[in-house]
């Protein structure tokens, strides 16, 4: 099984730009997909946000959406998008091609497929739609609407609200809690000319890593790669998660719901939707992070975990009680679904689990089926090309080059007793309950 | 001995043999694949709310959301919990109960002869307690209270039951908060012995597995058990009138804007199997021709700051049922709904053209090639298909015969103004 593993090949191309390979003929299709990396801060966020937006309207020879969507069904369904990802305090551009291999289809019908579909790739990046040597002034005010009420709505998904408020109260003022969609205040100064001025200099400077996953010998990738994708650039800019911050000063709060910081907020639904947010003072790039891992699988990554045994199975009180962690900056967030009264006991019965792991109430079972379920979920990554290449960037940008082969070693080792040493270190810092009072009890 | 069935575009091989007791059994082989994903379904899903206990003259109409209990209970063993013995052996279980089946899945890297035994083995054995049944009864009451918070699922859900007079489709899945109460434990079992019997299931594995391995262990598993023979299952489906019930359903909830759905309702159902498959690709070319975002229609309604990338079509289909669906979010429903309407009208009368059905047919083409890169698409799709009769071979070979004509008369047939329906959710004041 092992050699199912081998890991991606990676080459600087100069100026900031990364190429990574995986040969492999396990797919149907070939996956290229282009980061573009930028700090995530106030004064780029909304900007960055808005570009993939505005990037999928057209294109130098295809200038509608339309024009690009027939031209994408005439490749058999290529499937491109652009999209915005965050890492830690990382914002990334990204653009995904994903286009079937020729084999597939019959005669000569596939022929140069995947030329064609780099070829618009490239175009969509760097030979966008312009008018009079910047962004069409229509599709930036259209683009604008659109993305302004991407952001009002997120309110819609009411799990995922209760969780990024509780970023937000958990790091107020912090880049960290920016969303990834930018903040509708900033909306207003942005124009077609300022967009692609800004658009421009991360385009040349901004760091870039492309990934190919795919049916592909490497000679022909980098071949392609630099016709389609690479124009001369500087590449002076650098950006990276910055290890260390994940260290904390102790509030001396630990565990204790009293001394921690309580927010409740009010709409009229009829599940509560608790999130509460720890700081575990161990990031991606620590040595301890593995542990870290095993303490979040043993604790709410899985059905055996402490928090889906006693939290749903033992006490019914929610359909999901689950751990995550933000792992750039070694935040633990816990999530659940609940009656609005019970807030206090689910919350109660959350932090007695955190408090079992503490104490070193972990059992040999807990530890092996941890073990496995990490190395399932590694094991599995490498049946998805998208995965492949998240995996990787993720690591990456958190300033740990790291292979599957060595986490599953990493994973191998970890002891009790080092999962129970991390649990020294973690501390409540926030519980933000979305609730509904008015609501009347059935 | 199995049978090999090949398809040359696609480069698959499934495996399939009839197993003990008339359990179907089907293996595709991944090479090359770390997971292995296997499902173990039965023919049984929400809209089988009403039928004849089996050996019995018994006619049972059973408590909305029974189903999706039944699966939840169905990991309730003496020995404790079957979800947890799958994360012993470092697999991933789950399932899921829709409108037409239930199904219990896991996806593992290692010990898959385990992890294929033991889903055989809970999924063969009841154990209901009037306690286990007591405790499961807040768990889901908590699910369906997540499903009423979710927008996306309730303008679908309210779509549904306004366009129904009476087909059980217009319930929701999971059932109410009350109906969920009234669901005991002797209700269960004879669900289960009506649906969960072998004959009306099938499993399917797929990854880097020997099919013939896989189906001597199914089979010696299946050899060790007693079901009793079983004939046929008598589902009784009301009689659904050809128009809809309400023409518009609104809501109001916490969003930050209107969520938007419109809906027609198909009468064209109960075909044969081929007959369906064709009208399943039909549909889905047609709506893909005049609502996806190579479409003027698309452009259209996009610059007049009706839709936004959020809009997109589909076709939610069963035997018995057909719901085209369209929609997104929008600051303007009402109009919206004009516009749409109007433009389908003027698609009905000019006809989608070749360039555009040639296009779309080989995005079509290309998508569900793309599909079998995932274990769990596959699983997915088999198991969609399969409760339909259809193979999962036979779509692509569908997708290539059908004509401009049929597209252009599908269009006209179906998506006919009297048997639409719209609903919208608006933001609380």
């Not at chain 2, 013995?85 to 991933?92: E, I, N, V």
Request: include cysteine.
């Amino acid at each position: 099984m092992q050699s199912l593993l081998s890991d991606l090949v990676s080459e600087d191309l100069g100026n900031g730009v990364r190429l990574h390979i995986k040969e492999t003929n396990k797919f149907k299709n070939t996956l290229v997909k282009v980061y573009l990396h930028q700090d995530l801060r106030p004064e780029y966020a909304t900007k960055t946000g808005l570009l993939p937006q505005v990037l999928f309207r057209g294109t130098e020879s295809l200038p509608t959406r339309r024009d690009l969507s027939k031209y994408l069904e005439g490749l058999y369904g290529a499937s491109l998008g652009t999209s915005i990802k965050k890492v830690g305090e990382v914002h990334s551009l990204v653009y995904e091609l994903e286009i079937l291999n020729e084999e597939y289809l019959p005669g000569s019908m596939g022929n140069g497929l995947f030329s064609k579909g780099l070829g618009v790739l490239g175009e969509v990046i760097h030979q966008p739609y312009l008018e009079k040597g910047r962004f069409s002034s229509r599709y930036v005010v259209q683009e604008k609407e659109v993305l302004k009420r991407k952001i009002e709505g997120l309110i819609n998904d009411k799990a995922r609200y209760a969780a990024m408020r509780c970023l937000e109260e958990m790091c107020p003022g912090d880049n960290i809690s920016l969303s990834r969609l930018g903040r509708i205040e900033d909306l207003e100064v942005i124009n077609e000319e300022n967009l692609y001025e800004y658009y421009q200099d991360i385009l040349r400077n901004n760091p870039m890593d492309i990934f190919v996953v795919g049916n592909v010998t490497r000679e022909e990738v980098q071949e392609l790669v630099s016709k389609a994708l690479v124009f001369p650039r500087e590449g002076k800019k650098e950006v990276m998660n910055l290890s260390g911050k994940a260290r904390h000063e102790s509030k001396g709060i630990g565990l204790d719901r009293a001394k921690s910081k309580e927010v409740f907020e009010d709409q009229d639904i009829e599940q509560g939707k608790l999130t509460m947010g720890f700081r575990t003072g161990v990031a991606v790039a620590d040595p301890e992070y593995y542990a870290l891992l095993f303490y979040n699988g043993i604790l709410g990554g899985f059905v055996h975990s402490k928090l889906f045994q006693n939290v749903r199975e033992k006490a019914s009180l929610a359909y999901y009680a689950s751990s995550r962690l933000e792992s750039s900056r070694g935040l633990l967030f816990i999530s659940s679904g609940i009656e609005p009264k019970e807030y206090e006991r689910a919350a109660d019965l959350i932090l007695k689990q955190l408090e079992a792991i503490k104490a070193g109430d972990i059992s040999e079972e807990e530890m092996e089926f941890t073990r496995k379920g990490l190395i399932n979920h590694l094991t599995s990554l490498v049946d998805s090309s998208g995965a492949i290449c998240d995996y990787n960037m993720d690591y990456r940008l958190n300033a740990r080059d790291e292979t599957v082969s060595h986490a599953l070693e990493a994973i191998q080792a970890v002891s009790k007793e080092q999962v129970v040493a991390v649990a020294q270190g973690i501390e409540l810092d926030t519980s933000f309950f979305l609730r509904n009072s008015g609501r009347e009890e059935y | 001995m199995a049978q090999l069935l090949q398809d040359q575009t696609l480069k698959e091989d499934l495996w399939y043999r009839e197993l003990p007791h008339g359990l179907k059994a089907y293996v595709l082989k991944k090479p090359g694949f770390s997971k292995t994903f296997a499902t173990f379904s039965t023919n049984y899903g929400s809209i089988d709310n009403h039928f004849v206990v089996p050996n019995t003259s018994e006619e049972l109409r059973v408590p909305d959301g029974i189903a999706h209990f039944l699966e939840h209970q169905m990991f309730a063993m003496e020995y404790g919990d079957a979800f947890e013995r799958f994360s012993a052996l470092g697999a991933q279980a789950n399932a899921y109960t829709n409108y037409n089946g239930t199904t219990y899945l896991f996806s593992a890297t290692d010990a898959i002869e385990e992890a294929l035994e033991l889903l055989l083995d809970y999924v063969q054995h009841p154990y209901f307690t009037e306690e286990g049944v007591n405790k499961e009864k807040g768990i889901i009451e908590q699910e369906v209270r997540m499903y009423r918070d979710a927008p996306n699922w309730r303008v679908l859900s309210n779509l549904l039951e306004a366009m129904y007079f009476e087909h059980p489709v217009r319930i929701d899945i999971g059932g109410t908060v009350e109906s969920v109460r009234q669901i005991d434990r002797d209700l269960l079992y004879k669900c289960y012995y009506t649906f969960y019997h072998p004959s009306n299931m099938v499993v399917f594995v797929v990854g880097d597995v020997e099919p013939e391995a896989i189906f001597n262990q199914m089979e010696s598993n299946l050899l060790k058990r007693e079901h009793p023979a079983q004939g046929e299952i008598r589902r009784i489906f009301p009689a659904e009138p050809e128009g809809v019930r309400e023409k518009l359903v609104v809501e109001q909830m916490v969003v930050s804007e209107p969520l938007f759905r419109m809906g027609f309702k198909d009468v064209d159902v109960d075909l044969e199997p081929r007959d369906h498959l064709k009208k399943i690709v039909l549909t889905e070319i047609m709506l893909e021709s005049i609502l996806g975002q190579s479409s003027g229609l698309y452009e259209e309604l996009y610059e007049q700051g009706l839709i936004d990338d959020s809009f997109s079509s589909h076709y939610m289909v069963n035997i018995n049922y057909g719901i085209s669906i369209m929609g997104g979010n929008t600051q303007k429903p009402e109009e919206l709904a004009n516009a749409l309407l109007k433009g389908i009208e003027r698609l009905r009368n000019e006809g989608i053209t070749e360039e555009d059905f040639l296009r779309v047919r080989n995005r079509s083409i290309g998508e569900y090639i793309s599909a079998f890169d995932s274990v769990e698409s596959i699983a997915y799709i088999f198991n969609t298909l399969y409760f339909q009769n259809i193979s999962l071979f036979d779509y692509l070979e569908v997708l290539s015969e059908v004509t401009l004509e049929d597209v252009n008369r599908r269009l006209r047939d179906h998506l006919v103004s009297e048997r639409h329906v719209v609903s919208i959710i608006k933001p609380k004041d």
